[in-house]
Every structure is written in C-alpha cells, then in structure tokens.
C-alpha cells in the first residue's frame, strides 16, 4: 500500500485535477490519496470565519458567493456526465447550506473548525466522483472517523490504524483499492471537527503511511522535491535527490516551505521512506527521504533560512558560575507556551530565539527579572544541513568565509551533526543565501 499526497495547487483546475487521476492510475497498486483543499479554498474559509468573528455577515455571504461562482466554474469542466456535474453542484450546495447556517449561529472556534474542514471535505468528494467518472474503483474515506487527536493534540496511532484498516478492508470486499480522504482535518479529543494546522495534509498523508506500515508515503506538489537553496532568493538551486529523515526535518523546519514540519517524525519512527514529486514534473527524480545515508561527498547539502525570528538576550551576573539559571529562564517561555528555536550561552549572558512573538512583552518583562535584557526582531537563521557537519574539518570554515562581509547574530554548532545554524539580519538573508551557495555548492571564492 503506498500513500499519495496531492497539494491544492495540484487541483488548481479541472486540467490538473485531470492529471492527478492519471498519476494514480499509472500505478496500479492499492493505495490512499490524500487530497488538501482546491487551492484558495481554505485561505477563503478562513476569511469567512474571521468575518463571522467580527460580526461581518454581509462580506461572510459575499465570498460565498464568490465561492459558488469558482465551483461552478470548476465542476462545469471537471466532468463530462451531466449527472455528475448535477450530483456535484448538488453537493456544493449542501456544503454551502451547512457554512450559511453556522454564520447564522454565533462565533466559536468549533464552529471556525467545521468551516475551514469543508474545503477538503469540497475536493475529496470532487475527486472521487472523477475516479467514477473515470471508472476506477474509487473509494471515499472519511478522515473524521479515524484521524482522532487525544487530549495533548496528539495524533491516536492506534485509532488511527483501526479506522483505517476497517475502512480499507470494507473497500477491498467492494472491488475498491483507490482509497481518497481528506488531509488536514481531524476530530478532537472532545469529539470536535479540528485540523492539524495550515499545511497539515502532508502530515495526514505521514500519519496514515505511518499509523499502517505503509511501503511509501508520496508527497505531490508544484515543485520537484525539496531544493539545496531557497529558490526565491537563489537563481541556480538544484533539487536533492536523497535526504535522511533527519537532515529532512531539520529543513522542513527551517524554511523549505515544502513539507509540514511534523510530517517527518511518524515516517521516521515508523520507518517509511517519503518521496517528494511534483505534479508538474512527474518523471523528475524529486527528492527521496529515508533512512539511509547517501554516499554524496558533498557535507553542506542544503542551505535554508527562517524569517520572523525574535533574538533576545538575557546577561546576568547572577549567571556566573550559578546552577539553576537557565532553568528559571526556561520556565518564563514554558509558561507562555513559546518554544525555543536557538540557543547560546556564555559564562554571563545566554541569546534565545523564537518564533512566535504573542508573548514577547510578558516574556521580557518577566526575564527583567534575572538581568538586563536585549531584543532584537527582524532576524533570519540560516540553516545549513548535511551529513558529516560535525566529523569533516574545513565546513566551518568554508562557511564562515562565505559569510565574511556579513554581521552573525549568534552561531549554533553541534547541538545535531546534521545542522549549523546562524542568525543574521533578515535584511541580510538574500546575500547569506547567496555567498553561502557559492562557496558550498558551486565551489566559488
Ligand atoms: N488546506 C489546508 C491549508 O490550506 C491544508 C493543506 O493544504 O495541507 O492549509
Ligand atoms: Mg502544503
């Protein structure tokens, strides 16, 4: 059994919906296609939930209706059946119908929830009506009744494995082995519709593959796998052909926007490679994750960077040779629910970076406490992944003549053989990427 994973923009239109239904089929094996929202969906949702949060009904009902206007664009030249472009208009009415009647109620984040769910609800259902259309044998199975959240928000293995194996088994009894469900929505652990966060089908897709021992999880998008430099910045990035899971997450995490940074953890516990392709591009080689050391020579195989990173500084002289210090500060972000991305200490003064800044005020003002304190906002980490960061000599050097013309807010080294990291302006992150790029991968001066 192999998972596939298709993203919104892969459904942007009824031509690339089309092409996804010939991806699957090329391969004849049973399998579970995880499918996001038809792209725009639930960025529009969203907007819909914050107007009904704000009282702004009237604008609720105009995207909508702009909603409607799309759909029925799209399902006029999805399918060729006139029965089937009534059964979907039909449902996209009812969709519509149950979105209409929570804006009519009052805000609640529940309600928030079930609204943004109906986009994946929206283009499963689509889908599957093409794999009939097709004469596939097509299935549809409901993430709400297995993808069940316990109580710390963490996924249910065991739930998650029975549901659908039961669904799955029902399916195969019928002929069907094209198993389509939803990617981001999930149950609570008080019985409420939720979703695992922006992005999160790639996730889904990591969670089922995991939670059923399955041979591959296939993640498809728009680009070919995940790139050794950030594209946007970098004219001539390649993508990489393999990455172990963990250089994987460590870029996952910092920037390459292409994978939701919890999709490596179950794949990697549970041993499942993960093979990022693009719909675009299907014969490209894409990028394989898994287990396995690559033999590549070449130590730095990706540069990422992370932007919106507050650094800030604690210097206290009651750090000096004390104990228990750093776990006082610790309790301060703890407490405010704010993970820590970076860290460096010296014997009187320790930099942290966040991501999240919600807390920042409370956080400062409560770290007064222990020392004078330094915030600097507006940063970048520049991440460098690899293989044998910490066993070859020269890396760091390399590295940091690339960066000679360019102020480094705080460095981290050997936290993970896999990973250095630095801070710098994000003002100057376009030139770190470059001068990085040219001194690791294109063996410039
Ligand atoms: N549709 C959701 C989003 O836009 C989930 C996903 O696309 O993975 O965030
Ligand atoms: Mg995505």
């Given at each position: 059994m192999k998972i596939y994973k298709f993203g919104g923009t892969s459904l942007g239109s009824p031509k690339r919906m089309h092409n996804v239904v010939e991806i699957i089929a090329s391969d004849a094996l049973s399998k579970v296609v995880v499918l996001s929202a038809i792209k725009g969906t639930t960025d529009l949702l969203y907007k819909v939930a914050a107007h009904h949060k704000t009282g702004n009904t009237h604008i609720c009902h105009n995207l909508l209706d702009d909603l409607e206007t799309?759909?029925?664009?799209?399902?006029?030249?999805?399918?060729?059946?006139?029965?089937?472009?009534?059964?979907?208009?039909?449902?996209?009415?009812?969709c519509k119908n149950d979105i209409r009647k929570l804006i009519k109620s009052s805000y609640s984040i529940a309600s928030e929830n079930e609204m943004v769910s109906k986009g994946e609800i929206i283009s499963t259902y689509?889908?599957?009506?093409?794999?009939?259309?097709k004469e596939l044998n097509g299935s549809l199975l409901p993430a709400l009744e297995f993808m069940n959240l316990d109580e710390n928000r963490e996924p249910d293995m065991r739930y998650i494995y029975k549901g659908v194996m039961k669904e799955i088994q029902l399916d195969t009894l019928k002929g069907k082995n094209i198993h389509v469900t939803q990617g981001f929505i999930c149950v609570n652990h008080k019985g409420k519709i939720d979703n695992l966060?922006?992005?999160?089908?790639?996730?889904?897709?990591?969670?089922?593959?995991?939670?059923?021992?399955?041979?591959?999880?296939?993640?498809?998008?728009?680009?070919?796998?995940?790139h050794n430099n950030d594209p946007r910045d970098v004219f001539n990035t390649r993508p990489i052909s393999l990455l172990?899971?963990?250089?994987?997450?460590?870029?996952?995490?910092?920037?390459?926007?292409?994978?939701?940074?919890?999709?490596?953890?179950?794949?990697?516990?549970?041993d499942i490679p993960v093979k990022l392709k693009s719909?675009?591009?299907?014969?490209?080689?894409?990028?394989?994750?898994n287990r396995v050391k690559s033999d590549t020579p070449c130590v730095v195989k990706a540069v990422?960077?992370?932007?919106?990173?507050?650094?800030?500084?604690?210097?206290s002289s009651r750090m000096l040779m004390a104990y228990g210090f750093l776990r006082k500060v610790f309790e301060i972000f703890e407490k405010y629910k704010t993970p820590i991305d970076m860290i460096t200490t010296s014997e009187v003064a320790v930099s942290l970076t966040i991501d999240n800044?919600?807390?920042?005020?409370?956080?400062?003002?409560?770290?007064?406490?222990?020392?004078?304190?330094?915030?600097?906002?507006?940063?970048?980490?520049?991440?460098?992944?690899g293989n044998r960061i910490m066993e070859e000599t020269g890396v760091v050097y390399r590295i940091f003549n690339a960066l000679e013309d360019i102020p480094v807010r705080m460095i981290s080294y050997g936290g993970s053989k896999n990973n250095i990291s630095v801070l710098v302006k994000s003002a100057d992150r376009k030139q770190a990427l470059n001068a990085l790029h040219n001194r690791l991968f294109l063996g410039g001066n």
């Open positions: 799309f759909y029925a664009d799209y399902i006029k030249n999805l399918y060729s059946s006139a029965g089937r472009k009534e059964n979907a208009v039909a449902y996209l009415t009812s689509l889908f599957h009506l093409l794999l009939n259309e966060g922006r992005g999160g089908s790639d996730y889904t897709a990591s969670l089922i593959g995991a939670s059923i021992g399955a041979e591959e999880i296939q993640i498809w998008s728009d680009i070919d796998g995940i172990t899971f963990d250089e994987a997450a460590e870029l996952a995490y910092f920037g390459a926007k292409i994978l939701h940074p919890s999709t490596i953890l179950p794949a990697k516990k549970y719909t675009l591009n299907p014969e490209a080689e894409g990028t394989l994750i990422a960077a992370k932007d919106g990173i507050t650094a800030i500084k604690i210097r800044p919600e807390h920042l005020d409370e956080i400062v003002s409560e770290l007064a406490y222990f020392g004078e304190t330094e915030v600097d906002k507006e940063q970048s980490i520049i991440c460098m992944v």
